[in-house]
């Protein structure tokens, strides 16, 4: 497996962000991470991705343990986070070669050229972060999180503040990664995880409350938006 999540609970004070949850992902899966704010989604990315350290559990990338080589499991994970953080001072190409510094690659130039068309970023690469609108730092982020070639790709909203033609070439780009990458896929737009994933992880108040193909979940005729509703009613989107 890819992603092996194993009786996670992680406690902030007396509240419980995630309890005991367990879900693994294979190789070449797309997997929509669905939940209301404050469900425990970007708590488990934080922990897959080594950021944060659970209460109790394992977590394991491509068999690594998070907690025992952090190191190892990071360099075999590209990571989007919501909050997206870059160095706004920096060029567009001097950040995403930063970047390929810190993970050694070999013929950076010719990577970083390949990626920036990848995401599209062509028009942009020569500009300050700081310039560009938030649509674009999403794409300078993704660019980031694919430059090293990872086998796990992990994205929290990774469409966020994309206007409607961006999002339908990112869900392509990340429709083509997921082709031989693993892909965890978080996002509010309902619609954009029936376009991209085949599976869904809904999680509701620190518990995973489904954990099916998306087929399956909409079986009865309902919408992925009504399965939602019914799984974390009496919570806010």
């Known amino acids: 497996m890819s992603i092996e999540v194993v009786g996670l609970t992680k406690l902030y004070g007396e509240q419980k962000a995630l309890n005991n949850i367990s879900f693994s992902v294979k190789q070449g899966e797309i997997v929509g991470f669905l939940g209301p704010n404050g469900a425990g989604k970007s708590t488990t990315m934080k922990i897959l991705t080594g950021f944060i350290q659970p ?80 649509g674009y730092k999403q794409r300078v982020g993704l660019a980031a999180a694919l430059l090293h070639e990872p086998e796990v790709l992990i994205l929290d909203e990774p469409t966020s503040g994309l206007d409607p033609n961006q999002i339908i070439e990112i869900r392509n780009v990340i429709k083509e990664q997921g082709k031989n990458k693993t892909v965890l896929f978080s996002s509010h737009i309902l619609q954009e995880v029936q376009a991209i994933c085949d599976r869904v992880i809904i999680i509701n108040k620190g518990e995973i409350v489904a954990d099916d193909l998306l087929n399956n979940l909409q079986s009865d005729g309902k919408s992925l938006e009504d399965v939602f509703r019914d799984l974390t009613v009496g919570t806010t989107v």
């Open 55 to 134: 209460n109790t559990g394992v977590a394991k990338i491509c068999g690594i343990n998070t907690q025992i080589d952090s190191i190892a499991t990071r360099k075999k994970i590209g990571y989007l986070p919501e909050s997206n953080p870059l160095y706004l001072d920096m060029y567009v190409k001097e950040y995403l070669s930063f970047v390929a510094g810190v993970h050694e690659i070999e013929k950076a130039h010719d990577t970083i050229k390949n990626i920036i068309e990848l995401v599209g970023l062509q028009v942009e690469q020569h500009k300050k972060i700081g310039q560009l609108s938030k």
